[in-house]
């Protein structure tokens, strides 16, 4: 069985560009949520993907957008990067009506 | 709406003494209530959840955590602990979507645990 993977596991992003992190999900897991972690603080909720659809999404701008496919590995896209997005990006993937989430290693995303 | 508050941001302690990770939440339904683990430059491991019935919980390397719903907190404790225990705590609070499914986790902002020799 596999663990969530992402990637890649660090980037750096000059402002104003757009960047893609990618996740794939434990087997068998079909939704997906991403979290931002700034540094020394807690992970923030963005938003989860049940069935390719967004299933409730965090105080985070539309620039934030995702995306799940029919595997059920996502995408999280953020565009016009700003400093302040400088941060650990955390995929967690789980079965639905399940209370456990299982995270990815994470994507350190620097913006400069 | 739900929060989490960790009372404290860091906590040093020498090995093998008794420690606790104090957690206190606010929410206006019912919750799952987890703590996980985070070690340096690794993501979240959970480390132990409360969803029903028994209101101590345990993990497998001795940790245990008490949910007490009239004082809304879900502290963790571990008796004895050990160098390897040095990392970052999180708690963390999740209601429920529509339809039943698990909702977001929603985090407190962490304390670090740090054993000393």
């Known amino acids: 069985e596999t663990g969530v993977t992402q990637s890649p596991t660090h980037l750096i992003k000059t402002r104003g560009q757009q960047v893609t992190l990618r996740c794939s999900s434990q087997s068998g897991h079909n939704t997906v949520s991403w979290y931002q972690q700034a540094l020394g603080q807690g992970p923030q909720f963005i938003f989860q993907y049940y069935r390719e659809e967004e299933n409730g999404r965090g105080n985070f701008p539309p620039r934030f957008s995702g995306l799940q496919f029919p595997n059920y590995s996502s995408e999280l896209n953020v565009n016009a990067l700003e400093l302040d997005d400088s941060a650990l990006y955390l995929c967690?993937?789980?079965?639905?009506?399940?209370?456990?989430?299982?995270f990815g290693q994470g994507t350190r995303l620097t913006v400069v | 709406a739900q929060s989490v508050t960790q009372l404290d941001s860091q906590v040093p302690v020498f090995e093998e003494a008794p420690v606790e990770l104090r957690c206190n939440y606010s929410s206006s339904v019912s919750v799952y209530l987890f703590w996980y683990v985070q070690y340096p430059n690794q993501g979240l491991q959970l480390l132990l959840k409360?969803?029903?019935?028994?209101?101590l919980v345990e993990s497998i390397n001795g940790f245990e955590a008490e949910f007490n719903k009239s004082q809304t907190s879900f502290h963790l404790r571990k008796p004895s602990v050990h160098i390897s225990d040095t990392a970052e705590y999180f708690c963390a609070v999740s209601g429920l979507n529509y339809g039943g499914s698990q909702g977001n986790l929603i985090f407190g902002k962490g304390t670090k645990l740090s054993v000393k020799p």
């Open positions: 967690a993937s789980s079965l639905v009506q399940n209370t456990e989430a299982f």
């Open positions: 409360y969803l029903s019935g028994s209101t």
